[in-house]
């Protein structure tokens, strides 16, 4: 019998995997497997070095990944957990999300702020009504690019006081003499956190029933 072949398949399934039930070889099975493979290979075709190399590398390279992919898992579990606390500490506090629709109680305000993409010699803030009314219009002048912050204190344009409940919030600028809609952000209570299981980590819901991620929100106060 060729000393090749029979050692070749001595080593197809080792005795200490097959008593183990184990299906995978791990880092001393395979030394193990490498010794073995030396001390029988064919004196007149022994192993290159070359080959020799190329086993151990991709032995390497493969526990290598197993390991950085444990290292990612345990690095999402951590941010998830992180995320989370971050999440409920938010709890009865006001975030400023991407909106057009806010509210208003009565004797209260709405509190917001535009997202300048470019300096400007004119923004504008409108409040319209559910049937797309104009109810009050804001200049809010000149304005460089950022956020800009802007108040409503629910009055009409002629100074009566605006019934309490939803509102559209609209907002654009003057742009080479033409104005561009532009996005307004709104600030929101939160009311509660929600875990999430789609790998995005925690959401928070607003006083509007909004469910919105972290990374959605822009301001904390």
Known sequence: MDMINSVNGSLAVPRETTESGRSELGQEDFLKLMVTQFRNQDPMKPMENGEFLGQLAQFSTVSGIEDMNKSVAQLADSIHASQTVQAANMIGRTVLLEAEVGRIAEGGQLDGAIDVPASTGDARVRILDPAGQLVR?????????????????????????????????????????????????????????????????????????????????????
């Open 137 to 221: 219009e804001m200049r809010l002048g000149s304005r460089a690019a950022g956020v800009a912050e802007f108040s409503w204190d629910g009055t009409r344009n002629d100074g009566t006081p605006a019934a309490p409940g939803s509102y559209v919030v609209q907002a654009d600028i003057d742009s080479n003499g033409k104005r561009e809609r532009i996005p307004t952000l709104l600030y929101a209570r939160v009311d509660s956190v929600a875990l999430s299981t789609d790998g995005e980590g925690a959401r928070v819901t607003t006083e509007y029933g909004e469910q919105v991620r972290l990374s959605q929100v822009r301001a904390i106060r």
